[in-house]
Nanobody, 115 residues
Framework: QVQLVESGGGLVQAGGSLRLSCVASGSIGSITTMGWYRQAPGKQRELVARITRGGTTNYADSVKGRFTISRDNAMVSLQMNSLRSEDTAVYYC???????????WGEGTLVTVSS
């Protein structure tokens, strides 16, 4: 089993920055890819960014050039710059693992961007 705990959400003005962090515990040696998803009110959960164990990243088109994902062993961070009102959402940390179940989620952290 893997447990994920996020931190770093909050209220920020448009154009500002926030950094989200997620720490994994438990069977961390089984974790392959880690990432961040978000869910805005009334919308489906969507991928924001992911990073593999080897450091390969991919981003949603809407955040490319503004957000940066990084990883240090069992911790994954998301640096969010030039925030927009449409980035307002609950952000969830995600981890894929070579276990069953193979996907884990944090409880989420709210990011609110005021315009």
């Amino acid at each position: 089993q893997v447990q994920l705990v996020e931190s770093g959400g909050g209220l920020v003005q448009a154009g500002g920055s926030l950094r989200l962090s997620c720490v994994a515990s438990g069977s961390i040696g089984s974790i392959t890819t880690m990432g961040w998803y978000r869910q805005a009110p009334g919308k489906q959960r969507e991928l924001v960014a992911r990073i593999t164990r080897g450091g390969t990243t991919n981003y949603a088109d809407s955040v490319k050039g503004r957000f940066t994902i990084s990883r240090d062993n069992a911790m994954v961070s998301l640096q969010m710059n030039s925030l927009r009102s449409e980035d307002t959402a609950v952000y969830y940390c995600n981890a894929d693992a070579t276990l069953w179940p193979s996907m884990y989620w944090g409880e989420g952290t709210l990011v609110t961007v005021s315009s």
